[in-house]
C-alpha cells in the first residue's frame, strides 16, 4: 500500500531515535550542488518585512516539505499574508532557512493556520498518519503525540478509525469530536520548535522523499 512506509515507521520503528542532521537544517550544506528547496512547489507567506535600505523580505513556508524560509522579493505590492505564490518564481528571491524562534511576531502568529491551510490543500500526505498511527509501546499510541490527547482518546479514535480509515479530515473531527487539522499541525510546530522531538511527523510524512 503507498501508505507502507509510514505505517512501518509508526508500529515498528518509534523508538526514539533522531538522525544528527535534520532534513529542515540547511546551514551545513551552503555551497552544495542545487538548493534544499528545489522540490517545493509554492510558497505560502506567513509575514511581508521592510528590509532596509531598499526592498522587501517574506518569511514563509514551503511546500510540500513545510520548511520555515525567508527570501528577498522585487514586488511586494501584489502579495499579501496568507498568499500562496508558485515556484519557480521571478518575484522571489534564493530561499534560505529561518529558526522558528527567529520569526517575527506576526510570523509566529499566522504558522498554525498557514500549516493548517497547507494540510488541508495536500490532504492525503497529511492523512496517512490518522489512518496510520500505531502504537509506539504498551502504554503510548501515536495519536498521543497530538496535543490534548490522551491514552483514553487514543484508544477511542483507534476504535472509531476501524480497519477503513478516514477519507477525509471533517470524517475524523465529526466522529472524533477534535480538530484534526489543528492537531496535527500544533504538533508540526512543536517539531519545529524543538528538533529533539520524536518522533518527528514533518520527516516522516513530509520530507521522506526529499
Known amino acids: 500500500m503507498e501508505n507502507f ?3 512501518h515507521f509508526m508500529r515498528e520503528n518509534l523508538s526514539g531515535r533522531t538522525e544528527d542532521t535534520m532534513p ?3 546551514n551545513d550544506s551552503d555551497g552544495d550542488a542545487g538548493s534544499p528547496y528545489d522540490r517545493e512547489v509554492r510558497i505560502r507567506i506567513l509575514d511581508i518585512q521592510d528590509r532596509r535600505p531598499i ?7 514551503t511546500e510540500p516539505s513545510l520548511h520555515i524560509v525567508r527570501s528577498r522579493i ?3 505590492d501584489a502579495i499579501s499574508t496568507g498568499d500562496c505564490i508558485d515556484l519557480p518564481s521571478e518575484v522571489v528571491g534564493p530561499m534560505s532557512e529561518v529558526r522558528l524562534k527567529d520569526l517575527s511576531g ?3 502568529q499566522e504558522l498554525v493556520s498557514a500549516l493548517s491551510a497547507s494540510i488541508s490543500a495536500d490532504k492525503e500526505r497529511h492523512l496517512s498518519f490518522y489512518n496510520s498511527a500505531g502504537p509506539m509501546s ?3 499510541h501515536s495519536f498521543q503525540l497530538l496535543p490534548g490527547i490522551g491514552n483514553s482518546k487514543a484508544m477511542q479514535m483507534v476504535s472509531l478509525r476501524g480497519s477503513s480509515g478516514w477519507h477525509e479530515f471533517e470524517e475524523i473531527d465529526e466522529s472524533c469530536g477534535i480538530e484534526s487539522v489543528r492537531l496535527l499541525a500544533e504538533r508540526y510546530v512543536k517539531e519545529m ?8 511527523l514533518l520527516d516522516l510524512l ?3 522523499e526529499n
Open 193 to 200: 520548535e524543538d528538533v529533539a522531538q520524536t518522533p518527528r
Open 5 to 7: 512506509r509510514t505505517t
Open 138 to 140: 504498551l502504554k503510548f
Open 106 to 108: 506576526t510570523a509566529q
Open 206 to 208: 513530509v520530507r521522506s
Open 74 to 76: 522585487i514586488d511586494s
Open 24 to 26: 529542515g537544517d540547511v
Open 55 to 61: 526592498g522587501h523580505e517574506i518569511q514563509c513556508i
